[in-house]
């Protein structure tokens, strides 16, 4: 990997970086070497101070391949990228956490923002030092040299930010790794500048980013999708999911749209639908891979899978034994509960460490495009049969069936993951009965490149669209019934808006479930679900990542509601109102102009207002007075008594 010609540093501009506009995308770039006596030693990190030791030490330990030969080729440079995700120190939990059963969820399980909640000039927000997870971005270079102590070094370039935006920091490593290995420590000054001056991120935007003289075009991953933890704001991360599936399939509904899902999956792709609802209900799941490029793209891709859904599980691209978390994970003896999270790893001491995991996925091969031909294996029709072959061994068949295929099935089953300690292979090991059924008319969409490392990479993304459109589908159906709880209301017409808005309808699992049961899932899924599919959404009530979900998609539609009934009351015609009404009417609604007017100023007090607050100010003002005016001159007097009210009134007395 080389950098592209196309790219060059402005030296003339003179820039500098600004360590507080960097955090708006970034924590904080390392270079990180492998000494033979001292291990991995961070070289820089700047800026300078933001990680504690035991951070510094984690992400070390993490910047590089268990073993120097990723490959079989002894080639004098080897370059790769691949993420890791790590909890900060201050974050960790001092023992197990469960989760309690789900019995209903109303309002007072919801966050307590102030209904008008728009935070729009809250600038410290955005650099939050409070982020439970960072991610790491990893540029590692290899160089093979006999004459060199174990045959070659490498050093790791490292990107730490508190997003999860992999279509942002892969392109920028692929700049920035090549340029620290040309012009070494000023690659870092340089490209920190130029990040200093991007605006901030925008949750769901295309936003095109200056890096010297190329340009960064990428769709960020919507709010929706994103941790509250993450540095973002609270109007940006209840912004509500799109009703529909989008025409344009480069705009990402979830996050790590732009994973290969098709290219890691190729030889695994009759079990996608069973990975679909282990990560739907939260299940803990072993990817295990060769390398880390291609365990993190796993864990990627599977995050991937159920967008729209807001995925809470705990995931770790990429996996290492030095992780603080794994001596609690190594401990869990049999019969303890595995907490639910995706580890992506690439050393096969885990197999025997982790035993009582109850998912374990292997993919990818360890010589590269191996498995290019994956899709030949097809029937002599050109077909995907629809079972897959195993005994409840999850393991791909799309091969005509055959004594040898059952056999190997059945031996796969017998030897265990173990078995990928002699000899890789992809496949499945997992006891779990899928409802879902595989879709192989999806799959027989499918475009097989052949054998074309030519034609590879654009077929990979149509087959990458065909898969992700599905399940994109899959999971907004499934989804649906929960949208009546959802549901707005605007005031009718003629109806006075100064009310309270009615609440949202109350959620209660068990009539939920008793009333899907009666009414049925709807003839998407009934097509491709078993008969069980009620057992599948008690599951996921019953998971970590319906509540965050359903939180998410509450406080959406309660800020979406207030901002209709907010928008009506900056409408209504007051004089025309008033006149309809009765004076004990007319007194309940100078009282609750009163009130919304006293939120909005307190508001604008707090810094949480929002743009429009001072014309909704005024307006609300002068209907105030115009109520107050229509009142008996008694009811006046002793309206004025309160200083507060007074003061509202005198501008306009």
Request: glycine residues 6%; proline residues 8%.
């Amino acid at each position: 990997m080389s950098r592209s010609p196309s790219f060059s540093v402005k030296p003339e501009l003179g820039l500098k970086p600004d360590p507080e506009a960097l955090q708006r995308w970034i924590v904080a770039f390392c270079i990180i070497r492998f000494d033979l006596e001292q291990g991995q030693l961070i070289e820089e990190c700047y800026p300078p101070g933001c990680l504690t030791q035991d951070e510094e030490l984690e992400v070390a330990f993490s910047s590089f391949p268990d073993s120097i030969s990723q490959n079989q080729n002894r080639s004098s440079i080897h370059d790769c990228i691949f993420f890791f995700r790590f909890q900060r120190q201050k974050n960790r939990p001092q023992g197990n956490v469960t989760s309690s059963e789900i019995t209903r969820v109303d309002d007072n399980m919801l966050p307590t923002i102030p209904k008008e909640k728009v935070p729009k000039n809250s600038k410290s927000r955005n650099n939050r030092e409070d982020t439970k997870y960072l991610y790491g971005y990893v540029f590692n270079r290899q160089r093979h040299d006999e004459r060199l102590k174990r045959g070659g070094e490498q050093k790791s370039v490292v990107i730490l930010s508190r997003r999860p935006f992999s279509g942002v920091f892969r392109p920028l490593l692929q700049i920035m790794g090549p340029l620290y290995f040309d012009i070494g420590k000023k690659a870092v000054e340089h490209i920190a500048a130029y990040v200093s001056m991007w605006p901030s991120p925008v949750p769901g935007k295309l936003m095109e980013l200056p890096i010297g003289n190329a340009m960064l075009k990428v769709n960020l991953p919507p709010s929706h999708s994103l941790p509250l933890e993450g540095g973002i704001l609270f109007e940006e991360s209840v912004s509500p999911m799109a009703p529909f599936l989008p025409n344009n399939q480069s705009v990402p509904q979830g996050l790590f749209h732009d994973s290969d899902l098709f290219g890691t999956f190729r030889g695994l792709l009759l079990q996608l639908w069973v990975l679909w609802e282990l990560l739907l209900i939260g299940e803990p799941i072993l990817i295990i891979a060769p390398t880390p490029p291609q365990c993190c793209e796993a864990v990627a891709s599977l995050v991937s899978l159920i967008a729209p859904l807001l995925c809470s599980i705990d995931f770790r691209p990429y996996f290492t034994i030095h992780d603080p978390e794994f001596a609690h994970l190594n401990s869990l003896q049999e019969g303890d509960t595995f907490p639910p999270m995706v580890l992506g790893v690439t050393n096969l001491f885990f197999l025997k460490a982790l035993r009582n995991i109850p998912h374990i996925v292997s993919v990818g091969s360890p010589t590269p495009n191996s498995n290019r031909g994956a899709l030949a294996s097809r029937t002599s029709t050109g077909k995907f049969s629809g079972r897959p072959e195993g005994f409840g061994l999850q393991q791909l068949s799309l091969k005509k069936f055959s004594p040898s295929n059952l056999l190997n099935a059945v031996k796969l089953r017998r030897d265990g993951p173990l078995c990928l300690m002699t000899e890789h292979k992809e496949a499945i090991w997992s006891s779990y009965a899928a409802t879902t059924k595989p879709d192989t008319s999806i799959l027989n969409r499918l475009i097989d490149a052949g054998l074309s490392p030519r034609v590879e990479e654009s077929m990979s993304v149509v087959n990458n669209e065909i898969l992700r459109r599905h399940f994109l589908e899959l999971t907004t159906n499934f989804l649906a019934p929960f949208g009546p709880f959802f549901r707005t209301t605007a005031p009718s017409e003629g109806s006075c808006p100064y009310a309270d808005p009615p609440p949202l309808p109350l959620f209660i699992a068990d009539e939920f479930l008793s009333s899907l049961s009666a009414r049925g899932v709807g003839k998407f899924l009934s097509k491709r679900m078993r008969s069980n599919w009620l057992d599948l959404y008690r599951k996921f009530l019953e998971g970590p990542n319906f509540m965050p979900w359903f939180q998410r998609r509450r406080a959406a539609a309660e800020q979406e509601q207030n901002r209709l009934w907010r928008l009506a009351r900056m409408r209504t015609d007051i004089q025309q109102l008033i006149s309809k009404m009765s004076e004990l009417e007319i007194v309940d609604s100078f009282n609750a102009i009163e009130r919304h007017l006293t939120e909005e100023m307190q508001l604008q007090k707090s810094g949480w207002a929002a743009d429009d607050s001072a014309t909704i100010c005024q307006k609300l003002t002068g209907d105030l007075q115009a109520v107050f005016n229509v009142l008996p001159k008694d009811v006046q007097q002793l309206l004025l008594m309160n200083p507060q009210r007074a003061a509202f009134l005198q501008v306009q007395s």
